[in-house]
């Protein structure tokens, strides 16, 4: 299982002016490749290799810095067409599918650049690293991070490391191939039920309740306008002094579910059952007000992180079909669209069963999950004449 480690760079004036350069240099030669890539319809990566490969020689750029370059140019023109094909950018015709095609790829002067072992070395014992630059080989370079990352990084760092600038600090973005736990046999599973109001609700008592992240989302909303509302030199700086720091609180909030859920999965050694919730927002018809809410829940990253966390713990996962779940009886498995009486009460109308909403709905998710490992593991092999 692949997962990533980020180090934050901490070099002295002169490396960091040589890295600033590195990084612009290297994107401003990204950008013409995908003016050569795109006049020339995207050709595959050893063809596009031979138009370019000497003009970046030429620029200044290293072998392997050249060779980056050039795959993260096709690399990307990959995602578009993939995303293009999963209709991620509209139908045919839209505006934003038609704005995406009709020009090249462009990149930031300090979006990421990989480096691989050939161009960067980590000194980990003494938490340095040395990196090709455009002004040379940089050595010495002090990082700084926690000391859990840094066992990661002794024990399963492999392959390529992205350098970033954010604000002007640097950082390096680690691969590190972490070996996935032998996964167990589940006796039961934990279903989650994945929500706004609350973030998460399992079907073993724990609920992540989603009051306090909405409102310091909305405090967050209402500063970000009146900061905005401004104009002046002071505020700007505010607002990117501020930026990014909602994304962190979400992805930390986010990080201590999915732990939570993982671990008590882990203890009771049980199954997680999650809901494929894939496509939500292009399914769900809302009003204005309530927009705001949906595309700014990080469902998909609390997803991702339990996925992870599961696989690394030895959990077994399963995903399910969400339809009817907060509609359907955990008890006698009566649909109605009336037994939710509103956002935090069910009650059947088949039976009379009172429960919690999303409590409900998580117990369906977990026998559903189960049911879905147990048709996974069943013989299809005929029976034995």
């Known amino acids: 299982m692949k997962i990533v480690v980020q180090v934050k760079l901490i070099p002295e004036a002169e490396q ?10 290297c994107n401003d030669a990204a950008n013409w490749v995908s003016v050569v890539a795109f006049e020339r319809g995207v050709p595959r990566e050893y063809e596009l290799r031979k138009h370019t490969y000497a003009e970046l020689k030429a ?18 023109y990959t995602t578009l067409k993939a995303n293009v094909r999963a209709g991620n950018l509209g139908k045919e015709g839209s505006k934003r599918r038609r704005k995406a095609e009709s020009k090249p790829i462009a990149f930031r002067p300090d979006a990421a650049q990989p480096f691989d072992d050939r161009c960067l070395s980590w000194q980990l014992d003494a938490q340095t690293v040395s990196i090709w630059t455009t002004s040379g080989h940089l050595r010495g370079i002090q990082f700084a991070c926690s000391t859990d990352a840094l066992k ?23 691969t590190c191939d972490v070996p996935e736990a032998e996964p167990y046999e589940p006796d039961g599973f934990v279903g989650v039920d994945l929500g706004i ?31 905005q509302r401004k104009r002046t030199k002071s505020a700007k700086r505010r607002l990117k002094e ?10 930390n909030t986010n990080h201590v579910i999915a732990k939570t859920i993982v671990t008590e999965a882990e203890r009771t050694s049980a199954g997680i059952s999650l809901e494929e919730l894939k496509g939500i927002r292009q ?14 829940w990080a469902f998909a990253q609390l997803g991702e992180f339990i996925v992870y966390k599961a696989r690394r713990a030895g959990v077994p996962l399963v995903y399910v079909d969400p339809a009817y779940t907060s509609q359907m009886c955990c008890e006698c498995e009566h649909v109605d669209r009336r037994n939710r009486v509103d956002q935090g009460l069910f009650i059947c109308r088949s039976c009379g069963v009172v429960a919690h909403a999303d409590r409900n709905a998580s117990h ?12 996974g ?7 034995a004449s």
């Open 16 to 25: 960091a002016a040589a890295l600033s350069a590195t990084l612009t240099a």
């Open 59 to 76: 620029r200044g750029l290293g072998a392997q810095a050249a060779q980056h370059v050039i795959k993260k140019v096709r690399d990307s």
């Open 152 to 174: 990661t990084l002794q024990d399963h760092r492999r392959g390529e490391s992205d350098l970033i600038e954010r604000d002007g600090v640097f950082y390096l973005i680690a």
């Open 197 to 227: 109001v609350n973030i998460a609700t399992t079907s073993t008592g724990y609920q992540a309740s989603g009051r306090g992240l909405n409102r310091y989302r909305k405090r967050q909303l209402v500063l970000r306008a009146k900061l």
């Open 242 to 251: 501020r930026s990014r720091r909602e994304q962190r609180h979400v992805k």
């Open 283 to 296: 399914r769900v018809r809302l009003r204005k007000p309530q927009r705001v809410a949906l595309h700014s």
């Open 364 to 375: 369906n998710i977990a026998s559903r999950g189960a049911a879905v490992w147990i048709a």
């Open 377 to 383: 593991r069943e013989s299809r092999a005929p029976a």
